[in-house]
């Protein structure tokens, strides 16, 4: 199976700033024939379930707010959100769906106000 | 709309059986696979395996597979997670969520059911 794992476990950014979430995948979730990146990004806030933000690694789903991005390929994937705003605070899953199944997440990374 | 609702929160002991539900609707049931998802309590999202509703395809994650069973009733647009002997490792929440496009795995979750908070204890 391939495992995916995050960084930092969890981060605290002031409001207006940067926060940046790194996920590595044990191999590649990347075909050359298609150039495609099958990772998506979730955004899970307590009592909710979870909410997809980036598909495709970079994809940004309709309605989800363009301070969230996604980038990466391979093995190195990274999620920003741009100037942290309250409603942001939540736990972000990386996911990989690739080749067969499982398709597993990462461990996630909490994302909190400094 | 498109919309996955779950059957409610569960207290079982040790040992019981039990069968959650997801009925799906706003879209054709029988084009998505649908899988469920866990969450331990204070622990993240494991996948535990996924079904193709038009024909009942299933694949399991290797730590569940054997432990539950996954099924789908077609004329009422519903998915099924079952145990035949509940653990009390077994209590969390568990989410069944669509795939984003149809007739095909490799995609992600676009839609997600509220979550069954399943408790096991004696």
């Known amino acids: 199976d391939i495992v995916m794992t995050q960084s930092p476990d969890s981060l605290a950014v002031s409001l207006g700033e940067r926060a940046t979430i790194n996920c590595k995948s044990s191999?590649?979730?990347?075909?050359?024939?298609?150039?495609?990146?099958?990772v998506a990004w979730y955004q899970h806030k307590p009592g909710q379930p979870p909410k997809l933000l980036i598909y495709w690694a970079s994809a940004r789903r309709s309605g989800v707010p363009d301070r969230f991005s996604g980038s990466g390929s391979g093995t190195n994937f990274t999620l920003t959100i741009t100037s942290l705003q309250p409603e942001d605070v939540a736990v972000y899953y990386c996911q990989q769906y690739y080749g067969s199944p499982p398709f597993t997440f990462g461990q996630g990374t909490q994302v909190q106000i400094k | 709309e498109v919309q996955l609702v779950q059957s409610g929160a569960e207290l079982k002991k040790p040992g019981e059986s039990l069968k959650i539900s997801c009925q799906a609707s706003g879209y054709t049931f029988t084009s998505y696979w649908i899988g469920w998802v866990r969450q331990r309590p204070g622990k993240g999202l494991e996948w535990m395996g996924v079904?193709?509703?038009?024909?009942?395809?299933?694949t399991y994650s290797p730590p569940f597979g054997g432990h539950v069973i996954i099924s789908v009733d077609k004329p009422i647009n519903t998915a099924y997670l079952q145990w035949n002997s509940l653990k009390p490792s077994d209590a969390g929440i568990y989410y069944c969520?669509?795939?984003?496009?149809?007739?095909?795995?490799?995609?992600?979750?676009?839609?997600w059911g509220q979550g069954t908070l399943v408790t096991v204890s004696s």
């Open positions: 079904i193709f509703p038009d024909d009942s395809d299933t």
């Open positions: 969520a669509r795939f984003s496009t149809p007739r095909v795995a490799w995609s992600p979750f676009d839609t």
């Open positions: 191999q590649s979730v990347s075909y050359s024939s298609n150039t495609r990146n099958y």
